[in-house]
């Protein structure tokens, strides 16, 4: 069973800066659909940005591209999303989720596994 904690987050003025770490163990393979999501009050759930690790692509919501960069740093197994120019809309709870192994350069829609969230907060 892959098990992810969360680290980061916060609240923050609008134009400021954020850095989530997910941290996922029994990870039986180096091919999985990594990503981040997040939920405002009242709103449904939306994909932020999310990486193959396998193909190492990346995918990013049109409303985060160029201010938001997802990562991972393989020594550490974490999974990293740098946060610029923060906006008010961005706030939410920010939950990194994992699926696989994928062996083919493809991602799902809704992931097996997930982290407990953390909130985001940005003030304007």
């Known amino acids: 069973q892959v098990q992810l904690v969360e680290s980061g987050g916060g609240s923050v003025q609008a134009g400021g800066s954020l850095r989530l770490s997910c941290t996922a163990s029994?990870?039986?393979?180096?091919?999985?659909?990594m990503g981040w999501f997040r939920q405002a009050p009242g709103k449904e759930r939306e994909l932020v940005a999310r990486?193959?690790?396998?193909?190492?692509?990346?995918l990013y919501a049109d409303s985060v591209k160029g201010r938001f960069t997802i990562s991972r740093d393989n020594a550490k197994n974490t999974l990293i999303l740098q946060m610029d120019n923060l906006k008010p809309e961005d706030t939410a709870i920010y939950y990194c989720?994992?699926?696989?192994?994928?062996?083919?350069?493809?991602?799902?829609?809704?992931?097996?596994?997930w982290g407990q969230g953390t909130q985001v907060t940005v003030s304007s």
């Open positions: 990486l193959h690790t396998g193909a190492g692509d990346t």
């Open positions: 029994r990870l039986s393979s180096s091919s999985y659909c």
């Open positions: 989720a994992v699926d696989g192994p994928r062996f083919v350069r493809w991602c799902p829609t809704d992931y097996t596994y």
